[in-house]
């Protein structure tokens, strides 16, 4: 019986992301309640994954402005809808990053959408938010994003220039940046850690 529900529960929560990718919001709350229901059956059974997915609904639900549809509809959509949905992807892609991080390896922005479900657009969005909520000591997640090429990828500077750092005017001094960023990123999340060299910090632009 138990695993009957695994499975429905594991279906609904697939079918949650896209509908949180896609701005439905009746239908996100329809299949939030869903969830509840199915947490609620399975108690102390329900894994952690279920229970952080369903949590992570719950923080993209609390993000969205009431009444609001969110009928996201790029590149149309007001930014702050398409905040409000790169909001409940955040911790999943910095759960998935932080995994990249510690292998020493990147991750391509298309293998990224494919794993969350998601619009590279929307996931770009979501790294932003990611970064911003690291600090101005903490490493740059976005840094592990790395271009087909193995470099940094175009929209980087987006990245920089969103966080108030300097913005690099050429790709040599682009990949200079993100080539220190993503080495703090491998410094921090390394086991063990190690220190990240404070000189790898772009600097934030002169007021």
């Given at each position: 019986m138990r695993s009957?529900?695994?499975?429905?529960?594991?279906?609904?929560?697939?079918?949650?992301?896209?509908?949180?990718?896609?701005g439905q919001v009746d239908e996100v709350r329809t299949l939030y309640n869903?969830?509840?229901f199915l947490l609620?059956?399975?108690?102390?059974?329900?894994?952690?994954?279920?229970k952080r997915q369903i949590g992570l609904t719950s923080r993209w639900l609390t993000a969205v402005p009431?009444?609001?549809?969110?009928?996201?509809?790029?590149?149309t959509a007001p930014s702050g809808r398409l905040k409000a949905a790169a909001h409940g992807l955040s911790d999943y892609l910095s759960a998935i990053l932080t995994?990249?991080?510690r292998s020493q390896t990147t991750i391509s922005l298309k293998d990224l959408a494919e794993q969350a479900g998601a619009t590279?657009?929307?996931?770009?969005?979501?790294?932003?938010?990611?970064d911003k909520?690291?600090?101005?000591?903490?490493?740059?997640?976005?840094?592990?994003v790395a271009s087909p090429h193995g470099d940094a990828r175009p929209d980087f500077r987006q990245v920089l220039a969103e966080l108030n750092y300097e913005v690099p005017q050429t790709d040599i001094a682009l990949n200079y940046v993100w080539r220190?960023?993503?080495?703090?990123?491998?410094?921090?999340h390394a086991e063990p850690p190690r220190e990240m060299p404070a000189r790898l910090v772009p600097r934030k632009k002169t007021p």
């Open positions: 009957k529900q695994h499975y429905r529960l594991y279906a609904i929560i697939d079918r949650l992301r896209k509908a949180e990718v896609a869903e969830c509840q609620k059956e399975l108690g102390s059974h329900a894994s952690s994954y279920e009431a009444g609001d549809s969110l009928a996201i509809s790029p590149p995994k990249t991080a590279e657009r929307l996931c770009t969005g979501a790294l932003i938010m990611i909520e690291s600090g101005a000591n903490g490493p740059m997640l976005s840094a592990l220190r960023e993503l080495e703090r990123a491998y410094a921090f």
